[in-house]
């Protein structure tokens, strides 16, 4: 394949070869979501000339790949901040209190759904149920760092150890 | 297996394996539907088929749910209309109701199934989304707000099309159907979509706001453009052709058109239709109109008195082999009436030694199920899309040619080489095939593997039939017939592949074919329903008309002949004549005339009996089209019968691995050679003059001359850059360049323009301020 600014690197082709191999020959294709994971850490989000990079190193139309892309919350179409917080607004979360969280972190942030502050430092997501509405309402920071019990009023603390502990 | 199921209280019996939907309709039962289309996969996600099975604790949906013996299935019970009703509401909350403004009204599956298991009221007052049209080329309208998301056009892409053009991104409120960024769909068949489509979020572009559909009366129509004789509608609101839609045939065209059968018609106003007689006096340098005797008399004064001056063998006769039966029957009895042998159909040929192959010698049914297919020279999706469609179902097929086409290269075996390498590897394939291998070429040697002792049919594409090494293709055809019984044919006959020859369009003994009549020195040419575009050698043609001392042309549109012709008549398009057309399986479908000529245009068959009469020859005193019984007619002709194909014997299918079989040759260095493959909206007078298939992405590429990107490279030249060919014959042309790594190495892709000669062809990149003064 050509070398555009959309190649992922040596090592990321190879973590995705990796994925193939848990495939039978000739369905590349289902490795299709761990590849899109792949490349978005690696770029730090999904240009639509990654989605087709990557939808051309597994030989399906670019178009498929588009569909995984955006049906999944966790793959970011735009680039995000430092940190992006998805919080979960489904019942179980709602029911506990949500909605308020999402208040409060509007209100701190100083921004809303999809937005990233204009220092790049933060980004602000919808998500849907982590399966954890036990300990609900739950954010998950990065994609990996799952938070619990996050109510309104520990907002301010919240995102403070956050800024601190560089989102772990 | 068959089991039986109880559907509202009747017993029904049904294979095992079916759905609910199946089991119902053989029954007679309609479950309304959107996503569930008898030609695509089951998705299962509109949920309107609901129904309530005995023992089940929720309604099932009826596309995805096989019958078992014993089902208790109610399609009307309180239980099955409350959900119905249900999932009616849900489709309708986000829908804008805009039917008074809507296209697809009259003719919606929507309207028809919210009034037929809707109710009235919607309880949803909160605000409905909006989503943005996305721009999917000339052909396709989006209104995006309407899309139910059924998907079926998504599938339809990937299932038939043979492309994802389209895909469902976002989920549940955000779902759209939308292309990858901002591509246009561009298969070939990508019209289906806008049938296939149960709302009004894709509709037909030129159609768009021009008739309802309860003002336009359906026609029955046979395609004008390719041998597969697809079966058509037409929608007509008075005397003009509003629109074109399939008309089912299992047999042939399954429920899809290609795109040229669709969008064609809107050729049949093109700014330079005839609409009137012209004539050209001796002083003058214009057409200018004349009465129709007029015209008709100083046809047969000027065809007597050249006959007289020069004979009548410095007439040539040269006809459409899209023009109909009848049409080219009574050209033929006018030519041989005034004494001349010289008329032919087969204009895009170079080479006529080595004999002729008529249609596909086997039957598109034999197709679907033949072992192999060893296709020569052809582009299935430029040629006969519904080739192509057939071809992605199977996998059983070798093809050979200088432009790989998807679908011969992916799924299926494909070697890619220059026309004047095939000739050298069929015979290694023949070899291969008698000996078991050991050739040294080891495509060819698994190839002819492969094909020995299987049931193969050779299919000729238009790159074969056009090349000059055509015959030498033959005798290696004719010699794996004798070897292992393999049916030969050619796909690129035009409407009219399976019959032209059989109306006698054809020089016999002491006559001229197409391409010594290009070199004859003729002092007369009477031109059917073609122009020089329809050629292989149009460069000849155009110096042949030059220096003829008079052409007369009957046909649809003036344009290509404006400059040179004497005398002008307009005629009928296939659109606005009766007539027949026998496709290459051999198969006679005799249509009926769907709309007028415009102006004073007439049909074909006419202008050619009142010709024949004025020329006073026998047999044209005939009134009516049912008289015209051109001599080779069959009993069931007029019935659609035809003589058919060559039986085939039923063999079971081999099991067969599909590998890789591409190949690379290394390029000649004796220059270019022309891929011969005619550029699918360039096929013919009409398709040429259709605005909306011209603005798609092949209609613009075929003005373009597309090279493989190394050969261009070689030129130090890029897409975009002007190039400038020229062969050893004298012939020279310029065109835009453009990369095409699916062809061949050495093989130039091009409308041939002023070139005469097809090999030894040089290039040579353009300064560009002389390309921009030139
Ligand atoms: S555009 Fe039409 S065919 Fe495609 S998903 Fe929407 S409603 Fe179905
Ligand atoms: S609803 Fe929030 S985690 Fe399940
Ligand atoms: S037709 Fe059965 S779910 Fe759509």
Redesign the pocket.
């Known amino acids: 394949m050509p070398e555009t600014p959309a190649h992922l690197s040596a090592e990321s082709l190879a973590a995705i070869d990796r994925e193939i191999a848990k495939y039978p020959k000739g369905k590349k294709a289902s490795a299709v979501m761990s590849a899109l994971r792949i490349a978005q850490k690696e770029k730090g989000w999904l240009a639509a000339e990654t989605i087709a990079f990557v939808a051309e190193y597994l030989q399906i139309p670019a178009i498929r790949a588009m569909e995984v892309a955006t049906f999944y919350n966790m793959y970011d179409l735009k680039p995000v901040g430092k940190r992006k917080l998805c919080l979960c607004t489904n019942i179980p979360c709602a029911l506990m209190g949500a909605e308020e969280t999402a208040a409060a972190l509007q209100k701190n942030l100083g921004i809303k759904w999809g937005e990233t502050t204009p220092d790049g430092e933060w980004t602000l997501k919808e998500g849907e149920c982590f399966g954890a509405c036990a300990g609900a309402p739950v954010v998950i920071v990065n994609n990996e760092k799952m938070h619990e019990n996050i109510t309104a009023e520990k907002i301010p603390a919240f995102l403070q150890s956050l800024k601190a502990n560089n989102g772990e | 297996m068959e089991i039986s199921l109880e559907i509202n209280g009747k017993t029904a019996r049904a294979r095992e394996g079916r759905t609910i939907?199946e089991a119902a309709a053989a029954a007679g039962v309609h479950?309304?539907?959107?996503?569930?289309h008898k030609k695509l996969s089951?998705?299962?996600?509109?949920?309107?088929?609901?129904v309530e099975v005995a023992k089940s604790p929720k309604p099932l949906?009826?596309?995805?749910t096989p019958v078992v013996d014993g089902m208790v299935v109610r399609t009307d019970s309180p239980a099955a209309k409350k959900a119905q009703q249900g999932v009616m509401e849900f489709l309708l909350i986000n829908h804008p109701l805009d039917c008074p403004i809507c296209d697809q009204g009259g003719e919606c599956e929507l309207q028809d199934l919210a009034v037929g298991y809707g109710i009235s009221r919607s309880r949803y007052a909160e605000e409905k989304r909006v989503v943005f049209e996305k721009q999917l080329g000339p052909l396709i309208s989006t209104d995006m707000t309407r899309c139910i998301h059924?998907t079926r056009c998504v599938r339809f892409g990937r299932e038939v099309a043979g492309v994802m053009e389209l895909g469902l991104t976002g989920r549940g409120e955000h779902a759209e159907i939308m292309p990858f960024v901002e591509n246009t769909v561009d298969s070939e068949l990508s019209g289906n979509m806008i049938d296939v489509c149960p709302v009004g979020a894709l509709t037909s572009k030129p159609f768009r706001f021009s008739a309802r559909p309860w003002e336009l009366q359906t026609k029955p129509g046979i395609s004008a453009h390719d041998s597969w004789g697809s079966n058509l509608e037409l929608h007509c609101k008075g005397p003009t052709v509003m629109r074109v839609v399939p008309r089912e045939n299992e047999e042939i065209n399954e429920c899809w058109i290609s795109d040229r059968d669709r969008f064609s018609y809107l050729a049949l106003d093109a700014p330079d239709r005839g609409k009137s007689p012209m004539r050209r006096e001796e002083s003058s340098h214009r057409l200018s109109e004349s009465p129709w005797a007029t015209a008709l008399d100083s046809f047969a004064e000027t065809i007597r008195a050249l006959s007289g001056k020069y004979g009548a063998d410095k007439i040539g006769f040269l006809a459409s082999p899209n023009a109909t039966t009848e049409e080219l029957f009574l050209l033929q009895k006018i030519a041989r009436g005034v004494g001349c042998e010289n008329i032919d159909h087969r204009l895009r040929r170079r080479d006529f030694s080595g004999g002729e192959i008529n249609g596909y010698g086997i039957t598109v049914e034999q197709m679907r199920r033949r072992e192999h297919l060893l296709l020569v020279g052809a582009q299935p999706s430029a040629e006969l899309p519904l080739l192509a469609h057939l071809l992605r179902r199977r996998p059983r097929r070798l093809a050979l040619s200088s432009v790989g086409a998807a679908e011969c290269g992916a799924a299926g075996n494909h070697i890619l080489a220059r026309p004047s390498q095939w000739s050298g590897i069929l015979e290694s394939v023949l070899r291969a095939a008698q000996s078991g291998g050991g050739e040294k070429n080891e495509t060819a040697a698994a190839a002819g593997k492969k094909l020995a002792g299987k049931e193969t049919s050779i299919l000729f594409g238009g790159g074969a039939v056009q090349s000059p090494h055509y015959p030498a293709l033959l005798e290696i055809a004719r010699a794996m017939s004798r070897e292992f019984g393999a049916t030969l044919g050619v796909l690129c006959g035009g409407a009219n592949g399976g019959g032209a020859a059989k109306t006698g369009a054809m020089p016999r003994a002491g006559g001229m074919n197409t391409a010594e009549m290009l070199r004859g020195g003729l002092r007369a040419f009477v031109l059917f329903q073609c122009e020089p575009e329809d050629f292989a050698e149009r460069a000849l043609l155009s110096r042949a008309l030059g220096e003829a001392e008079y052409v007369a042309a009957i046909g649809a549109h003036s344009g290509g002949l404006r400059d040179c012709a004497r005398l002008f008549l307009p005629a009928a398009a296939a659109a606005e004549t009766e007539g027949t057309f026998i496709n290459g399986e051999g198969r006679a479908q005799t249509f009926a005339a769907a709309a007028r000529p415009p102006g004073l245009a007439r049909e074909g068959w006419k202008i050619l009996r009142v010709l024949g009469e004025k020329l006073g020859l026998d047999g044209f005193d005939f009134s009516t089209f049912a008289e015209i019984r051109p001599q080779f007619v069959g009993e069931d002709f007029y019935n659609g019968g035809g003589d058919g194909a060559a039986a085939v014997s039923k063999k079971k299918n081999g099991a067969d691995d599909s590998g890789g079989l591409e190949l690379d040759f290394a390029p000649a260095n004796n220059g270019l050679e022309l891929a011969f493959a005619p550029a699918i909206y360039d096929a013919d007078m009409l398709t040429r003059r259709s605005p909306a298939l011209q603005k798609t992405a092949s209609g613009k590429n075929a003005a373009l001359a597309q090279m493989h990107p190394e050969d261009l490279r070689a030129l130090g030249a890029e897409d975009g850059d002007w190039i400038r060919f020229s062969d050893s014959e004298g012939g020279a042309m310029e065109a835009a360049a453009k990369a095409n790594p699916a062809l061949a190495r050495g093989v130039l892709l091009a409308r041939c323009g002023g070139l005469f000669g097809a090999e030894n062809i040089t290039a040579e990149k353009m300064q560009m301020d002389k390309a921009a003064s030139g």
């Open positions: 939907m479950i309304p539907h959107f996503c569930w089951i998705a299962a996600n509109c949920r309107m088929c609901l949906p009826a596309c995805a059924c």
